[in-house]
């Protein structure tokens, strides 16, 4: 009986379910920025299985070749082909970037909840903490570990994760504490559950969105940073190909064979580009604060 | 310029606003003549705030609007005797021919002071700017910006045209804009629920003035607002609008007290909270005919004709459970007396205070009082209202009850246990015993969460299938489809979504439910439901009810106590009757004075 009066009341009269007014923005800069990237991952899982030539392999006659059927590019200076280079060094930026990305969040994001959940005092002297590690750079860090623990792949993705950890725990902490001041945080709370559910249940679906953008940018970052690192020589080591090297082996040559630096320097900024555009436009799309709702 | 009141000045005709093949507006057409104030009305979704914007061609981009809206200016932006009168087609105007007219023939008042003044501009300059816009050559302006805050009864306008909005109240704010709006005299003046977001006591008093400047400067009013009671304040003829449509228009006075559209007599009633005449309980979009169309039929014959209305209890109002409260009210000297005190309450108050703000490292800091020593009690079983503007410390109260937030002094005792300072793992009984309902069905369910797992919430450590058997227990409870579990808040309305927040807070099945402004946010039919829906779940769930609102009405209607608060403290006390038709504090009479009457001698 009490079925029946309630089910006709609420089916009387209320207008149909109000539909999502979110404006679908950013989707120019999404497409061009996932067809980047999109590039970039193809090249690094050809490279898994096959390249034009061994990119390791030097061959002295074949020097500064220009491009031709058999080196579609040229070669660089030891003669190796740099198609193969090319290709095969796109896993290095990728593994670096999806590194950093990762080290980043497991540190950046748990700081940046404990820090806005936790009383404001707490709270405050978790931030000042984040704020000293954010004004020390990412580079001088790397280069600090590269010196003390030898250059690797391993020491960039820690020295630019530990480098990207405080801007998220920015970006999260600030997300958590919108979250937080909403009704439903507060009924939550009410409902006699604890902070642990508090943040995996209501606050880490809702800063989802930022969070997603933070990592694209990161992902960004990364890859040139790594660049940078390759070419100062305190990324990764040699024979495994790396875009950063490449441009500091073709520096010697750049008046005669521009070529070598071009190809690695366009293969760089594609990445590079196609990542922040990529999260340029995500952030168009999921950042509430440019979300159009009436 | 002609005074003829036969002239006509704004002709809407054939008015369509889609968005994609959606058509929000549906080809409505009405006129409005010269020195008319209409009230435009409709609840959400009516379409009333888009023919407004059409009229004004502020349409979000994405809306288009066709048919015809045509404003006879008696001249342009140049007033002189010679001045033809002018035919402009709003819709198809470009943006030159717009921006003469708007501002100065034709201007607008926002619902929001808050945003809709520049916060990095000062109010005098603000206001300069709109009189510069269309008189270029004016000199010093500063007496007319101070003659116009003066119009608008702003305390000291020399100092006012220097402060900041930030600096000022909401109602202050909105004085500022309609003195803006009539800075240049327009010919019509659009208001879009002007006086909304104001509390009742400031609105009432924005209503007066806004009547007292479109009469002294002849023109006319278009008023677009949901509630009934305002526009009765301030308009002679109404317009209806529901879903796109005019359902019915005409003189105020018949629309109101006869009116002809099944519609419009069921908002009437909605809105004055009217009751059946049988069962006691508030009408609704399909009850209010039925009531009005039997009211003579014996009350046993129109129970099986009100289908949507449940055998409800007997009498027709919940009777208290103990003898009547006292009535009391806060002395002019001395201490504060213990409101509503009785024996083993379910809630007992104690010289309740909470400040917030600190004195700061270097003196600087500021310390508000936001509750100022509250005591009362609430018995068991008893509905129990707390009523005040914003500001007065009813939310901070609130937070106090539930444990949200910790008082600076005083006690809270629930069911005799007090609540401040311990720690949460103490309190797993407390949150099962009390539970919150809140005001903004939008910010109080996670859009990232299922409703089965919004409603089943406060269930701890509950297996899946209790959890499950639980929910559709209270889906059904609260009227909503079983196959609601699995959907998401956003594709529900605002009173679906308060129908799973009220059920979220029943899962638990509390003794004690504190409803914050629950109904504050809804359309008037949708209220009378939700308000019908908590009456029948308080009965059946023998609740304890803490309502907390700024709504004297809806208190009236759904507590037998009522107290009411201002500037952090109880001023009055007493059954809610009592309180409503003698009140005893002064502050407590202004109140219910200011409340918006749709028809004289409605509660």
Redesign the interface.
């Known amino acids: 009986?009490?079925?029946?009066?309630?089910?006709?009341?609420?089916?009387?009269?209320?207008?149909?379910?109000?539909r999502?007014s979110r404006r679908r923005g950013g989707t120019p800069l999404i497409i061009t920025g996932s067809a980047l990237v999109a590039v970039v991952l193809l090249m690094a899982a050809v490279s898994l299985v096959w390249t034009p030539q061994d990119p390791t392999a030097t061959d002295a006659v074949n020097r500064l070749a220009s491009p031709s059927a058999e080196h579609w590019l040229g070669t660089d200076g030891l003669g190796r082909d740099i198609a193969s280079m090319l290709l095969a060094g796109s896993r290095v930026p990728l593994m670096v970037g999806l590194g950093t990305v990762t080290v980043g969040f497991l540190i950046g994001v748990p700081i940046g909840i404990t820090a806005a959940m936790t009383d404001r005092g707490a709270g405050m002297w978790i931030m000042r903490g984040n704020d000293i590690l954010q004004a020390f750079p990412a580079l001088l860090l790397a280069i600090v570990l590269a010196a003390v623990f030898s250059p690797s792949t391993l020491t960039a993705i820690i020295a630019l994760g530990l480098g990207l950890a405080p801007g998220v725990a920015r970006v999260a902490r600030s997300g958590t504490l919108q979250v937080l001041s909403?009704?439903?945080s507060?009924?939550?709370?009410?409902?006699?559950?604890?902070p642990l559910y508090l943040a995996v249940?209501?606050v880490l679906?809702?800063i989802?969105g930022i969070l997603i953008v933070q990592a694209s940018v990161g992902f960004a970052i990364a890859i040139l940073a790594e660049a940078a690192l390759s070419y100062l020589g305190l990324g990764t080591p040699p024979p495994a190909a790396s875009w950063g090297r490449m441009l500091q082996d073709g520096q010697s040559v750049l008046q005669i064979a521009p070529l070598t630096v071009l190809w690695p320097g366009a293969a760089v900024a594609t990445a590079v580009l196609g990542f922040n555009l990529l999260g340029d436009g995500l952030r168009d799309r999921f950042d509430p604060r440019m979300e159009v709702s009436? | 310029m002609s005074t003829d009141p036969a002239e006509r000045l704004l002709s809407v005709e054939n008015l369509t606003v889609s968005a994609g093949s959606d058509q929000l507006v549906q080809g409505i057409s009405f006129d409005l003549f010269r020195g008319e104030r209409v009230g435009l009305i409709g609840e959400s979704g009516s379409g009333k705030s888009l023919t407004c914007l059409s009229v004004i061609g502020l349409l979000d981009e994405g809306l288009h609007a066709e048919g015809s809206i045509t404003f006879h200016t008696s001249g342009a932006a140049e007033p002189g005797p010679e001045t033809e009168p002018q035919h402009v087609d709003l819709l198809n105007a470009d943006e030159n021919q717009l921006s003469a007219i708007r501002g100065n023939r034709l201007s607008m008042v926002f619902q929001e002071p808050m945003t809709a003044l520049n916060p990095l501009m000062k109010v005098g300059d603000q206001l300069a700017e709109v009189i510069r816009l269309h008189h270029p050559k004016t000199k010093d302006l500063r007496p007319r910006v101070a003659e116009l805050l003066a119009s608008v009864q702003i305390p000291d306008p020399q100092r006012t045209a220097t402060v900041y909005p930030h600096q000022m109240s909401g109602g202050q704010r909105q004085r500022v804009m309609l003195a803006m709006a009539m800075a240049n005299g327009p010919e019509l003046l659009l208001a879009d629920e002007p006086t909304t977001a104001l509390d009742v006591t400031v609105q009432k008093r924005v209503l007066n003035l806004m009547a007292q400047q479109v009469e002294s400067v002849g023109s006319s009013l278009l008023f677009i607002t949901h509630d009934l009671g305002v526009v009765s304040e301030v308009c002679d003829r109404v317009i209806i609008m529901r879903h796109g449509r005019i359902v019915e228009s005409g003189p105020i006075d018949r629309v109101f007290t006869a009116p002809e559209h099944p519609y419009t007599r069921s908002l009437l009633a909605a809105s004055d909270l009217e009751t059946h005449p049988a069962t006691g309980r508030l009408l609704t979009l399909e009850t209010a005919d039925d009531a009005h169309a039997a009211s003579d039929t014996p009350p046993d014959t129109l129970e099986s004709r009100a289908e949507s209305v449940s055998p409800a209890p007997a009498s027709p109002a919940h009777e208290p459970p103990q003898a009547a409260a006292e009535h009391l009210t806060l002395p002019a000297e001395g201490g504060t007396p213990v409101f509503n005190a009785v024996h083993s309450p379910a809630l007992r108050v104690r010289d309740l205070t909470r400040t917030y703000g600190k004195p700061g490292l270097f003196g600087r800091g500021m310390v508000v009082p936001a509750l100022r020593g509250v005591s009362f009690d609430v018995a068991v079983g008893q509905r129990f209202g707390i009523v005040g503007e914003s500001g007065c410390g009813k939310s901070t109260l609130l937070r106090l009850l539930t444990k949200l937030d910790e008082p600076t002094s005083g006690q809270v005792e629930v069911n005799g246990e007090p609540i401040p300072g311990r720690p949460e793992r103490q309190l797993r009984w407390l949150r099962e015993a009390m539970q919150i309902v809140f005001q903004d069905p939008m910010g109080s369910l996670d859009p990232r969460m299922s409703v089965t797992d919004i409603i089943a919430e406060p269930l701890h450590g509950a297996s899946r299938s209790q959890r499950g058997a639980r929910v559709n227990e209270l889906l059904d409870q609260v009227g909503l489809p079983r196959s609601s579990a699995e959907k998401y808040p956003h594709e529900f309305s605002g009173g679906q979504r308060q129908r799973i927040a009220i059920a979220r807070a029943l899962v638990t099945r509390p003794k004690i439910l504190v409803a914050d402004e629950a109904v504050s946010a809804l359309d008037v039919s949708v209220r009378a439901q939700v308000l019908n829906l908590l009456d029948d779940l308080v009965e059946e769930y023998n609740l304890t009810l803490v309502f907390v609102s700024h709504d004297l009405n809806v208190v009236h209607h759904s507590c037998d106590v009522v107290a009411v608060m201002s500037a952090g403290r109880i001023v009055e006390c007493g059954p809610a009757e009592t309180v409503m038709r003698t009140p005893a504090h002064p502050y407590t009479a202004e109140l219910v004075a200011a409340i918006p009457r749709v028809r004289e001698g409605a509660p």
Not at chain 1, 10 to 18: H, K, L
Not at chain 1, 186 to 194: I, K, P, V, W
């Open positions: 009986m009490t079925t029946d009066r309630a089910q006709t009341t609420a089916a009387q009269s209320e207008p149909p379910a109000a999502s909403r009704e439903y507060l009924a939550a709370r009410a409902a006699g559950r604890g249940r209501h679906p809702n989802r009436r």
